[in-house]
C-alpha cells in the first residue's frame, strides 16, 4: 500500500521527493488541491470513500499516515 501511495503522491507532485520528508503539509509539498486530489486518487485506487470529516492536515502528515487513513476507510493492504 505505501509504494501505491507513494506512486500516487509522485503523480500529482513529482518535483518533490516524499520519501525525504516527514510532514507533507508543513513542509509546504501538498497544498488544499493537492489533498483534494489526492483523496480523489486514494478513493479511486483503493476502492473507499474518504469521509469529509477526516479530510484534516494530520492525516495527510506522510505515507504513515495516508495509510492509515486508506486503512480507517475500509482500505486493504
Do not use: C, H, W, Y
Not at 500516487?8 to 525525504?20: G, K, Q, V
Not at 478513493?43 to 484534516?56: A, N, P
Not at 492536515?57 to 482500505?75: D, H, M, R, W, Y
Amino acid at each position: 500500500m505505501e509504494k501505491i501511495i507513494a506512486e500516487i503522491l509522485t503523480n500529482l507532485r513529482p518535483e518533490f521527493d516524499f520519501a525525504a520528508e516527514t510532514n507533507f503539509v508543513e513542509q509546504g509539498l501538498l497544498d488544499s488541491f493537492d489533498v483534494i486530489n489526492l483523496v480523489t486518487e486514494l478513493d479511486k485506487q483503493f476502492g473507499i470513500s474518504i469521509d469529509g470529516t477526516d479530510i484534516l492536515p494530520e492525516n495527510f502528515a506522510s505515507i504513515e499516515t495516508i495509510k492509515n487513513l486508506v486503512q480507517k476507510n475500509g482500505g486493504k493492504s
